[in-house]
């Protein structure tokens, strides 16, 4: 007991930790003084969004910039969610139990009932973005939370999804955001520097494929690895 | 105005609290709990950034447009990380267990 709390002490006073405090506190500072001289009255980019607003395409404001006016950005963070996708799936395969339990009929019927208000509450998200707070990450928010819902009752034919359909999945909002871009390359000489007259449907375009993705990668991150038929092929061979 | 530093500062003193647990942990569990408490101080502080003046209704779009899009990322970021974890739980000799005994937190236990 005495040598226990004695190598307490002596851990307390580690001089590492007190060097990491130390520059903690300092950065606190830094940090602190610098949220103080922030001046939130003064000119901000609001008002550049709200003179480009009209040739956006949309008119929410946040979906302007997300996909317009910063669309550089969200192409990139889509492929990044790609990416880890990507990772996971390479790492291990889904860790799903061989004999499932079997859910209370209470929990299936609330599935059952749940999901594809769920689908129709994400789609409805996405064709609200254009004009009020929502849009594709909102959307694929929800739709990823269906195929929680699904994975963690457990429904037995989620086991044996097929991994072309949920790559084709994963890779539609990606791939069309992509070619739109690449498109606009072409038509305008600009990336993702939208026709005026098309910039409406090409956004509806994008978000929709966009909130798919969205949806299936964070149900395959939760899933936490790729699926059963995946990779096996080459094994056969 | 008061407002938008409080909501500031309270960002602030997450991020800093994440940032020691960053450091000072060495389980990665707990790594990845420090990085995501970081992560929410920071949306914190841009959200409050972006805040103008109660009842107008008039938000500044670009810094909501970052953590929408941040959040999602946070996720996956999240998610590929424990992955990652349970890997080197996997693949390693010394048990995760074993690595906490270096750890200036677990001291006590």
Known sequence: MTSHSIQNKRKRFDPVLLLVLLLIVFLTGLLVQGILSTDYMGSRLADDVARFQDISGVESPVTAVLLNFRGYDTLLEVMVLLMAVVGVWSLTRAPFPRRPIAPSPVQLAVVRLLTPLMVLFAFYLVWQGSHLAGGAFQGGAVLGAACVLMLVSELPWLKNTPSRSLRVGLLIGPVVFLGVAILCIILQGTLLDYPQEWGGPLLLLIETTCAISIGLTLACLFAGGRPKDDLTRRKKQ | ?109
Do not use: W
Not at chain 2, 21 to 40: D, E, F, G, Q, Y
Not at chain 2, 47 to 54: D, E, N, R, S
Not at chain 2, 75 to 87: E, G, K, N, Q
């Open chain 2, 1 to 109: 105005m008061i407002t938008n530093m409080l909501y500031s500062l309270g960002g602030v003193a997450l991020f800093i609290m994440g940032l020691f647990a960053l450091i000072a942990c060495s389980h990665p569990l707990r790594k990845i709990l420090a990085v995501n408490i970081m992560a929410t101080g920071i949306f914190l502080i841009l959200i409050a950034t972006a805040y103008k003046q109660a009842g107008t209704g008039e938000i500044d779009p670009v810094p909501h447009a970052m953590v929408l899009t941040g959040i999602v990322v946070s996720v996956s970021v999240t998610a590929l990380a424990l992955i990652l974890a349970c890997r080197v739980q996997e693949t390693s000799n010394r048990s995760l267990s074993q690595k906490q005994a270096n750890d200036f937190t677990s001291s006590g236990e």
